[in-house]
């Protein structure tokens, strides 16, 4: 039976909402995804100071020590230092807030996106005894979406790593990485003749390079969003010094929304 004109209206306007909804869907940056959640076992409330993005003991203790291994979302680096708001699904136990994360590791469990400190897995419950019954549980539903990082009182900072050997070879991490965008690449320059050199992202968050400039140094990150739609140059308002040291952590002045 042919449709009448208002039914096939009707029929269009159906497809038009649904098509929309399907394309929010897929382009929502806030919005929350499904996925499972466990714990690392046999742990102090804090982090891991051997997780793979290179923070070492900073990994374990940033953001009060509420951190996260991720396995997808670890993005061979690219992931590390990211917040995430996790919350688990079940109303009984759960809080509508969750728990905010920062990504310090890479792993995966049972059909994981993330292994929480325990700490953090905790902060997911409404009370202590529905923290403890979490615990227990292992591995949870969850959903989570990236959010901003904001460290109110701490600028982007640069750790030199214990590695460096100066003047031959220099690699640090930076710490304290602000906002929701990801660093993507990042150049070391000469204050004197500005002569940039684009370093290498050798694991996790270090970043590497044999034959570093001379001089005081001057640091430029790019910031990209996860589409690589938007990004921005960020140069820092202090320098690396010229005599720079290993295991040394040297404050950019800078911090980003």
Known sequence: MALSLKSLMLLLATLCIMQAL?????????????????????????GTDSGACGFGSFGATINGGDVSAASGLYRNGLGCGACYQVRCLNNYYCSDRGATVVITDSGSGPNTD???SRRAFGRMAQTKDAAAALLA????????????CSYPYQNITIKIDEK???????????WY???KKDITAVQLCETKNFACKLLDRSHGAVWTT?????????????????NGDDESWVVPVN????????????DTGVQVN
């Open 239 to 250: 320098n690396i010094p010229q005599d720079w040291k290993a295991g040394e952590a040297y």
């Open 114 to 116: 993330f292994i929480l």
């Open 164 to 174: 460096s050997d100066y003047p031959h070879y220099l690699g640090f991490i930076i």
């Open 137 to 148: 549980r292992g591995v949870v539903d969850i959903e989570y979406r990236r959010v901003s």
């Open 177 to 179: 990485q602000q906002g």
């Open 22 to 46: 399907g394309a929010e869907a897929e382009t929502c940056p806030d919005c929350f995804i499904r996925s499972r959640a466990a714990h690392y076992p046999n742990s102090d409330e804090q």
């Open 210 to 226: 044999t034959s570093p400039p001379s001089g005081p140094l001057s640091l430029r990150m790019l910031f990209s969003d996860e």
